[in-house]
């Protein structure tokens, strides 16, 4: 049976220093990205009633669209639907290999880099480096859930609408 994972590497080939660049440049003006989402959260939950009135169902493709763009582009999201950036140093964990949420494997290289792409910096260790700057930054330390792969694709930012105003759906929303 194929286990689902929201890790999905580029080709077979690990990825390509330049793959990741961007990421890092996020992770090093993580204190910037939490301020930011500071301000875009409470904007975005302001929404709620346009949401209401399309349909949360109706808007999940085209926001998920918008946020998969902006989150790809600066922090290589995979969308896994439950988005935890600002508990791990705006280093998103869905880019282990192994896709940890806990913090890494014991895997992880003398110079820091990742047990399975030695060429990429462990997702973890940059994890770290952005919490220190962050106001929040200790959030590091909460435990996560696992992650539901049932969600994937899904936005986390309306998610987040609705457990702002207290509208979450009884059951996951269906995949598109
Ligand atoms: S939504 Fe998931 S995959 Fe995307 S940045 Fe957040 S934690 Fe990473």
């Not at 330049?18 to 939950?45: C, G, H, Q």
């Not at 399975?116 to 260790?125: E, H, L």
């Amino acid at each position: 049976m194929l286990t689902p994972t929201a890790f999905e590497p580029r080709g077979k080939s690990p990825p390509k220093a330049d793959a990741f660049r961007m990421r890092f440049v996020s992770i090093r003006n993580s204190r910037l990205m939490e301020k930011l989402y500071d301000v875009f959260e409470p904007t975005i939950v302001r929404l709620h009633p346009l949401f209401k009135a399309i349909g949360y169902e109706k808007a999940e493709r085209p926001v998920a669209a918008v946020e998969k763009a902006i989150k790809g582009a600066l922090f290589d999201c995979r969308m896994c639907g439950q988005c935890i950036l600002s508990s791990t140093g705006m280093s998103c964990p869905m880019n282990c290999p192994k896709s940890l949420r806990n913090g890494p494997c014991g895997g992880v290289r003398a110079n820091g880099n990742c047990e399975v792409y030695p060429d990429m910096p462990c997702v973890w260790v940059k994890a770290w480096e952005g919490s220190r700057t962050m106001i929040k930054g200790d959030r590091i330390a909460e435990v996560q859930p696992p992650v539901d792969h049932r969600r994937k694709g899904e936005s986390s930012w309306l998610s987040v609408v609705r457990q702002k105003v207290g509208d979450e759906p009884q059951a996951p929303a269906k995949k598109h």
